[in-house]
């Protein structure tokens, strides 16, 4: 039985306890990932420069919406991925996005011979492959998360995978992307997979997020073998452009 499967149904316990992917920012800032986390009452999130997310309570509260104002600041925009709940009122919601996770269900890792690891000194070409293909949030210090793998033709880095978000047991893999001139040869898969290989042997279980309208996306990683685990969102929303006093006072 895999890691993702459970008597009590996918990513759950027996008695239906919540999974640590249920909530995958928070587990990561609170497990592995905590020497990263800048916190605000019990709202968690990453340095700007290494990820956008960020993690509020399962069932946040008045008052940890009123951290989250006052960590963000007046006005500012926000990324509340996976949330399905209603923001409060002086919120407002300025995108959506409906997504899919999906995890690890047999795939075929195997390390590639083509890949190599990806270093600090690659960060350029990365933000600028990136900036092209845009798969989703990488920024200059993102490489930190994890380990990041990539495909270079000509000395040109063409393709690249990597790692983000690592709650206990798991590892997401994210950034997957490939020059447009390079597409249709398999390079994204494999790096996928040389990716989850690494994953593999640290004993963890390789998961990813992608946007559901990217059925392209989905139907490549459902051929290596992930599998839905559930349906998501990935939302925006914009903070009051006045926080409640408690929170300026203690800004």
Known sequence: MSAASSPGGPGRSAAGARHVLDNPALASLTGPHAHFAERRGRVLRYPLD?????????????????????????????????????????????????????????????????????????????????????????????????????????????????????????????????DPAFRGQGLAGRLVLAVAHGIRQRGETPFLHTGAQNTGAVRLYESLGF??????????????????QAVVAAT
């Open 227 to 244: 599998r839905l685990r559930r349906r998501t969102a990935f939302l925006t929303a914009r903070a009051p452009r006045r926080l409640p």
């Open 50 to 178: 290494v990820s956008p997310w960020l993690a509020l309570p399962d069932e946040p509260d008045a008052r940890d919406w009123a951290e989250l104002a006052g960590l963000a600041g007046p006005g500012a925009e926000v990324p509340l991925p996976g949330f399905r709940g209603e923001v409060p009122d002086g919120w407002e919601v300025t995108e959506r996005i409906e997504g899919v996770q999906l995890v690890d269900d047999g795939l075929a890792a195997a390390p590639d011979a083509e890949a190599v690891r990806l270093g600090p000194a690659d960060v350029p070409e990365m933000l600028d492959l990136v900036a092209r293909t845009r798969p989703g949030p990488f920024l200059p210090r993102t490489l930190e998360l994890g380990v990041y793998l990539g495909i270079r033709r000509g000395g040109a880095l063409v393709a690249m995978a990597g790692e983000r978000l690592h709650p206990p047991g798991w590892t997401e893999i994210s950034a997957v992307c490939t």
